[in-house]
């Protein structure tokens, strides 16, 4: 990839290396942490170089009668302009420049107080525009947005504080193709989603081959999302539960079982924390009244856990199951927990994913079996 801000833009801080010495660079730093638990050499899996990002936000910085887009400026001491993104994928590269446009030719609705514009897309050409907004919004802006939307062939919201306003729909509808099945997903504006579909994909058929290897038993996911991996992985186990903290998370993991025509997924809204002390008799919640927990027969658990990592009892819980998959988004807190769960468990596969190119960021997996 080649991009005009590199050095400039904060965005983007690998833009020195050649993308082969970037996926060699993260394997050794990944390794390296990984070593006290896995010999072999990690299974390394690459990113489109250009055009991988499904989502991303720009500033809009105002100057004179023309506002830009910005980001935050490589010495993290302000923004720059910026007039071209080969990151983000097509479909948004599409759109985003005619939606500038379209906003400097409308000074006192679309360009007046917009501070901020976010994009979400999908492989399959579909895109959220949502503006974000420092005023009220009202109907003249309701009006020309909805011409935005036929102009631009896409669905446009607006945000301002305590407001939002939904022209059509809050989602995008993203199909994947995954080990040989397609899988439809509703990704919602406020909701998680991976950023690089790509490398998403080869993410979930690398859990998918880790799950064929168990083949029996039911399955417990902490930190589902929208059921990003849930849904793939069900074909394999018997029963699955899976956990998530975020309302809208949940309500999107419904609908998607719903699409794929998946029915035995049971979503249920509790923090990993609170997962743990259900399942472990602590506490009874009444969020799931209606499940009988001792019904379920764990044989594999997948967690996907924030940069911190996780708990000590989450730790705990799973180490009494025989298969876990752990999917990392921080590498040292990923090493940092396997001094635990390698005390009853094993690293028998190990993988490293290039989620974020041109950045020091990787997404890691581990697959432990029980020793």
């Given at each position: 990839?080649?991009c005009?801000?590199?050095?400039?833009?904060?965005?983007?801080?690998?833009?020195?290396?050649?993308?082969?010495?970037?996926?060699?660079?993260?394997?050794?730093?990944?390794?390296?942490?990984?070593?006290?638990?896995?010999?072999?050499?990690?299974?390394?899996f690459?990113?489109?170089?250009?055009?991988?990002?499904?989502?991303?936000?720009?500033?809009?910085?105002?100057?004179?009668d023309?506002?830009?887009?910005?980001m935050?400026?490589?010495?993290?001491?302000?923004a720059?302009?910026i007039?071209?993104?080969p990151?983000?994928?097509e479909p948004?590269?599409?759109?985003?420049w005619?939606?500038?446009e379209?906003?400097?030719?409308?000074?006192?609705?679309?360009?007046?107080?917009?501070?901020?514009?976010?994009?979400?897309?999908?492989?399959?050409?579909?895109?959220?525009?949502?503006?974000?907004?420092?005023?009220?919004?009202d109907?003249?802006?309701s009006?020309?947005?909805?011409?935005?939307?036929h102009?631009?062939?896409?669905?446009?919201m607006?945000?301002?504080?305590?407001?939002?306003?939904?022209?059509?729909?809050?989602?995008?509808t993203?199909?994947?193709?995954i080990?040989?099945?397609?899988?439809?997903?509703?990704?919602?504006?406020?909701?998680?989603?991976?950023?690089?579909?790509?490398v998403n994909?080869?993410?979930?058929?690398?859990?998918?081959?880790?799950?064929?290897?168990?083949?029996?038993?039911d399955?417990?996911?902490?930190?589902c999302?929208?059921?990003?991996?849930?849904?793939?992985?069900?074909?394999?186990?018997?029963?699955?539960?899976?956990?998530?903290?975020?309302?809208?998370s949940?309500?999107?993991?419904?609908?998607?079982?719903?699409?794929?025509?998946?029915?035995?997924?049971?979503?249920?809204r509790?923090?990993?924390?609170?997962?743990?002390?259900?399942?472990?008799?602590?506490?009874a919640?009444?969020?799931?009244?209606?499940?009988?927990?001792?019904?379920?027969?764990?044989?594999?658990?997948?967690?996907?856990?924030?940069?911190a990592g996780?708990?000590?009892?989450?730790?705990?819980?799973?180490?009494?199951?025989?298969n876990i998959?752990?999917?990392?988004?921080?590498p040292?807190?990923?090493?940092?927990?396997?001094?635990?769960?390698?005390?009853t468990?094993?690293?028998?596969?190990?993988?490293?994913?290039?989620?974020?190119?041109?950045?020091?960021?990787?997404?890691?997996?581990?697959?432990?079996?029980?020793i």
């Amino acid at each position: 990839m080649r991009c005009k801000h590199f050095g400039t833009c904060g965005s983007c801080n690998l833009f020195s290396l050649s993308y082969e010495a970037q996926l060699e660079q993260k394997q050794t730093y990944v390794s390296e942490l990984l070593a006290p638990f896995f010999s072999r050499e990690l299974k390394r899996f690459d990113s489109p170089s250009s055009h991988y990002r499904a989502r991303a936000e720009f500033r809009i910085w105002h100057e004179g009668d023309r506002c830009d887009y910005a980001m935050g400026n490589a010495t993290k001491d302000g923004a720059i302009n910026i007039e071209e993104c080969p990151k983000v994928i097509e479909p948004i590269v599409k759109r985003m420049w005619a939606l500038l446009e379209k906003i400097n030719a409308s000074p006192e609705v679309l360009k007046k107080r917009l501070f901020a514009v976010e994009f979400l897309a999908t492989t399959t050409d579909e895109c959220l525009i949502t503006m974000l907004y420092h005023r009220k919004l009202d109907d003249t802006w309701s009006a020309e947005a909805k011409l935005l939307e036929h102009a631009l062939e896409c669905k446009v919201m607006g945000r301002s504080r305590k407001q939002k306003v939904i022209l059509s729909d809050e989602f995008v509808t993203e199909k994947l193709d995954i080990d040989g099945k397609t899988f439809t997903y509703m990704q919602y504006e406020s909701g998680f989603t991976q950023p690089n579909p790509a490398v998403n994909v080869k993410m979930i058929e690398w859990a998918i081959a880790q799950a064929k290897k168990v083949g029996y038993g039911d399955f417990l996911e902490s930190y589902c999302g929208l059921g990003n991996f849930t849904l793939p992985l069900s074909h394999y186990f018997d029963k699955v539960l899976a956990t998530e903290i975020s309302k809208r998370s949940i309500h999107a993991a419904l609908e998607n079982c719903t699409l794929n025509d998946i029915d035995n997924i049971t979503f249920t809204r509790l923090s990993s924390e609170e997962m743990t002390e259900a399942l472990n008799g602590v506490r009874a919640f009444e969020r799931l009244k209606g499940i009988e927990l001792k019904a379920y027969d764990f044989s594999t658990v997948l967690v996907d856990p924030p940069r911190a990592g996780l708990d000590e009892d989450t730790i705990k819980l799973i180490s009494q199951i025989e298969n876990i998959i752990y999917i990392s988004c921080n590498p040292k807190t990923l090493a940092r927990d396997l001094k635990t769960l390698t005390q009853t468990h094993k690293v028998a596969q190990a993988a490293m994913f290039d989620q974020f190119p041109y950045t020091e960021h990787v997404e890691s997996g581990v697959f432990l079996r029980k020793i």
